[in-house]
């Protein structure tokens, strides 16, 4: 099992920047990626950027250039920062531990409780 602890989301205004942290503990060990995941319009969780265990990232092409992920290893945590910052950034988004384990027919996956951030004037 994985836990997941978010940090760091609030309120900003247009143009700014937030640095989101997550920090996973209990079975870290298993985790081969880790990532950021907002929840969209219409409930469709849309992923913003993950990085695997060998640094190699990806961003939705909707925050490339915006938003950096980065990870540090010893300490558990991955995180976001999301400079730039435009209200249409504004969710809730949501830490992912991808420890890549096929279980009942399908991966398992692992979410934080999710955090608000909030773009605006």
């Known amino acids: 099992q994985v836990q997941l602890v978010e940090s760091g989301g609030g309120l900003v205004q247009p143009g700014g920047s937030l640095r989101l942290s997550c920090v996973a503990s209990?079975?870290?060990?298993?985790?081969?990626?880790m990532g950021w995941y907002r929840q969209g319009r219409e409930n469709e969780r849309e992923k913003v950027a993950t990085i695997t265990s060998g640094d190699s990232p990806f961003y939705a092409t909707a925050v490339k250039g915006r938003f950096t992920i980065s990870r540090d290893a010893a300490k558990h945590t991955v995180y976001l920062q999301m400079n730039n910052l435009k209200p249409e950034d504004t969710d809730v988004y949501y830490c992912?531990?991808?420890?890549?384990?096929?279980?009942?027919?399908?991966?398992?996956?692992?979410w934080g409780q999710g955090i608000q951030v909030t773009v605006s004037s």
């Open positions: 992912n531990a991808d420890p890549r384990t096929w279980r009942d027919g399908s991966y398992v996956y692992y």
């Open positions: 209990g079975n870290t060990d298993s985790i081969f990626a």
